[in-house]
């Protein structure tokens, strides 16, 4: 079982940085897929990036290019390093891990940080 806590929410402007934590308690954090998730108010959650237990990534389109997932699993962290952002990328960053791998289902939730950009 894990716990997942995040961190490194906050205000940013346009085309500024970021880096939101996620650390985690628990055992066996090596095996988990660890993904980053948002939702903005109104919208549906949608995923934001992967990383595997083998350190494979995977971003959505919206963010390809900008963001850059990494994880230091001695540590037991992952972190999300949000470059460039834009007004979209508003709304509360969820970490997740997932006992399989990137694109299953989550089975551990941490309580999430907001990310407001402002314009």
């Known amino acids: 079982q894990l716990q997942l806590v995040e961190s490194g929410g906050g205000l940013v402007q346009r085309g500024g940085s970021l880096r939101l934590s996620c650390v985690a308690s628990?055992?066996?954090?090596?095996?988990?897929?660890i993904g980053w998730l948002r939702q903005a108010p109104g919208k549906e959650r949608e995923g934001v990036s992967c990383?595997?237990?083998?350190?494979?990534?995977t971003y959505s389109d919206s963010v390809k290019g900008r963001f850059t997932i990494s994880r230091d699993n001695a540590k037991k962290m992952v972190y999300l390093q949000l470059n460039n952002v834009k007004p979209e990328d508003s709304g509360v960053y969820y970490c997740a891990a997932s006992g399989l791998t990137c694109g299953y289902d989550y089975d551990y939730w941490g309580q999430g940080t907001q990310v407001t950009v402002s314009s």
């Open positions: 990383i595997t237990n083998m350190d494979d990534t």
């Open positions: 628990g055992t066996s954090f090596d095996y988990y897929a």
